[in-house]
């Protein structure tokens, strides 16, 4: 579990320490930063997928606070270290990471463009070993990823019909999803796709796992991050979007309740907020109110009291930033 997180010259973040727990939840007003403390963090998911799917940039440039190139970032996470630099003899980025029990994660800086790494598979095993996990939904039409890896890749799931074809646990999971509308699901191996299935009295018909509604396909995206992973960090990005209630509930009670992922959550919905304060055990809960400053993003950690006040007297979070930032 992570248990201190230091960001410096990152977009809007120039220098931000924080001590996280269990679950940690981000509030506050758009622009704040929240999804840049998840895409810093996030960067260390940098084995599974490109630096454009990690972080938002027309450029490179964009990275650095500021734009200002002659001041490296700087990403810590305990032991953990990511460094994007700009080498002004080749002109070029140069990322290195590198972890103090595992040694460097490259074996080597790499060169990087938009797309990422030049080359990911320089990525050692250990870079598997680090566990720190961005999930965005996305909509696929096509999953490529056939290997073996045990949970949902990161960051959109490529792997989805092979994870579910090799754990029955999962399987039943979107099962007692489907059963609730009469669809059942069909697993192609030979293209490594998905389709449901409508059982007629003279035909059955197949339809693709896209004709499912983006609601229900979120929610289950979500739910199969958290219960494929173990001993993972995970972070999400409003996972609660376009989110039926009930979905909602379930979402946060599980995150609340399991026993061995750290989460980092950004989030507008004071259901999903109050649904994980209400099941989370004591003690495993930060919520971090984001907030601009001399145009840099800034944390305030939210104090038993403030968090009492939101629970007990059903006070409204996200319509008392501004009397949280006062307090």
Request: one cysteine or more; proline letters at 4%; glycine letters at 4%.
């Amino acid at each position: 579990m992570i248990r201190k997180v230091r960001i410096r010259n990152f977009k809007s973040i120039k220098d931000l320490e924080f001590k996280p727990k269990k679950i940690n939840i981000f509030i506050g007003e758009p622009n704040t930063g929240k999804s840049n403390i998840l895409e810093a963090i996030g960067l260390f998911s940098f084995p599974y997928a490109k630096l454009t799917d990690v972080v938002r940039s027309n450029d490179l440039s964009d990275l650095f606070f500021d734009d200002n190139v002659e001041e490296d970032v700087i990403i810590d996470v305990d032991d953990k270290h990511i460094t994007i630099h700009y080498d002004t003899n080749s002109l070029n980025y140069v990322l290195t990471a590198y972890s103090e029990d595992l040694g460097d994660l490259f074996g080597c800086s790499q060169q990087i463009s938009r797309d990422g790494v030049d080359s990911s598979r320089n990525w050692s095993d250990k870079a598997m070993k680090v566990n720190i996990k961005l999930y965005r939904f996305k909509t696929l039409t096509e999953y490529p990823e056939r290997k073996q890896i045990g949970f949902l890749k990161p960051i959109y799931g490529e792997n989805l019909p092979s994870l579910l074809r090799t754990h029955k646990s999962l399987r039943d999971l979107v099962k007692s999803m489907f059963d609730a509308f009469g669809y059942r699901l069909m697993l192609k191996p030979e293209t490594n796709n998905i389709e449901i299935v409508k059982v007629k009295e003279d035909m059955i018909l197949s339809l693709p796992y896209t004709v499912v509604s983006d609601t229900l396909r979120r929610h289950l995206f979500h739910m199969l991050a958290i219960k494929s992973n173990k001993d993972s960090v995970l972070l999400f990005e409003e996972p609660e979007a376009h989110a039926f209630p009930r979905h909602i509930k379930t979402l946060a009670e599980t995150i609340a309740m399991d026993k061995t992922n750290q989460f980092f959550i950004a989030t507008h919905n004071p259901y999903l907020l109050r649904s994980i304060m209400e099941k989370a055990p004591k003690g495993s809960l930060n919520i971090y109110a984001t907030y601009m400053e001399d145009y840099q993003t800034r944390l305030k950690l939210l104090d038993r009291k403030t968090m009492e006040d939101i629970f007990v007297k059903d006070l409204d979070p996200f319509f008392n930033l501004e009397r949280f930032l006062e307090g």
